[in-house]
């Protein structure tokens, strides 16, 4: 049935897409993988193109939802959102190994496809999107873009790596599906800022649109990694949002963050987190730093360990 709703998709972009363009006929891509779900997906950039023009063609209006996959209800609550604006919503998954440094979780991420498939189904996914490796980063790629800007700092001094990685995969992500908006969450706040400026840099014709962090009921951000944590842990967890939020408390008020920010960093060693990244106010669209009394729209970004798990959170101000 689930091999059906593929081709049944692939099939449709075939009868209505220009011949000349889209080598018509031909199969769609086969899976490895059989889906659980009525979810169509995809593994080739040649049928995401058929299936994508055949929408245009149709007048239809696409958003996309970038993921790695081991989704939970703030990856779902984007789906939503591109639903709500777009005719067709299309989810991709892909692992990008270009933002994980040698030493980090890429072998370990949580890779929980058919669990992925089975929620998507909830929330009308169109498509998803999920190239192998290989068809990402075909033999002898070797370009990267390299933001600077609001990539600099924060997350950048810890995983020198990280931004150049998204940047890259989401460039070649917004090429190949040619979406009209993407929706990312605020959870990854740097994250959006970097690929808000590479669109606007690289004159990128679709629209960024950020949404707002899907908390726990306690306030913890719902994060994949989540699930690294002990039970223990996860009670800490929670923590580090009480300490950003007393420090966007204190920053509204226009006091001088510094003694509130150093108290918070000792709420979070003595909850257990083991090592504080950092824990900043940043001027909220450029993320550069700031005096307290700086008029501009600012931001509480922080990133801390508890265990062998690396937790980020912010809240604005
Ligand atoms: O936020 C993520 O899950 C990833 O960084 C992204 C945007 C899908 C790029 O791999």
Not at 12 to 22: C, D, I, Q, V, Y
Not at 38 to 66: E, M, N, Y
Not at 144 to 163: M, N, Q, V
Not at 288 to 301: G, I, N, T, W
């Amino acid at each position: 049935m689930a091999k059906a709703t593929r081709e049944t998709v692939a099939s449709k972009a075939r009868k209505s897409a220009p011949k000349a363009r889209t080598g018509a006929g031909k199969p769609a891509a086969a899976s490895r993988r059989a889906p659980t779900s009525a979810v169509p997906f995809t593994r080739t950039v040649r049928d995401l193109r058929q299936i994508v023009a055949a929408w245009r063609k149709a007048g239809q209006s696409v958003g996309l939802v970038p993921t790695m996959g081991a989704l939970h209800d703030g990856h779902l609550e984007l789906v939503r959102i591109a639903k709500r604006r777009c005719d067709r919503a299309v989810v991709s998954i892909f692992v990008n190994p270009a933002q994980f440094a040698p030493n980090e979780d890429f072998d370990t991420y949580p890779r929980t496809w058919d669990n992925d498939l089975a929620q998507l189904a909830t929330v009308g996914c169109d498509l998803v999107w999920s190239p192998e490796r290989l068809e990402m980063y075909p033999e002898g790629f070797d370009t990267r873009i390299e933001p600077k800007g609001a990539a600099l700092g924060l997350e950048t001094e810890f995983r020198p790596h990280f931004f150049s990685g998204v940047a890259t995969v989401c460039c070649k992500l917004f090429t190949q599906v040619l979406p009209d908006i993407a929706i990312f969450g605020e959870k990854d706040y740097q994250q959006l800022c970097v690929i808000r400026q590479m669109v606007r840099d690289l004159d990128l014709p679709l629209q960024i649109v950020g949404a707002e962090t899907i908390r726990e009921a306690d306030g913890l951000a719902m994060s994949s990694r989540n699930r690294y944590l002990t039970p223990d842990e996860r009670a800490k967890a929670v923590t580090i949002h009480r300490v950003i939020s007393s420090v966007a408390t204190a920053a509204a008020k226009g006091q001088d963050t510094s003694a509130v920010v150093a108290a918070g960093r000792k709420r979070l060693t003595q909850a257990g987190f083991a090592k504080i990244d950092y824990l900043e106010v940043r001027d909220a669209q450029t993320l550069a730093p700031l005096e307290a009394s700086s008029p501009r729209e600012k931001r509480v970004l922080a990133a801390a360990w508890l265990g062998q798990t690396r937790l980020i959170d912010n809240v604005a101000v």
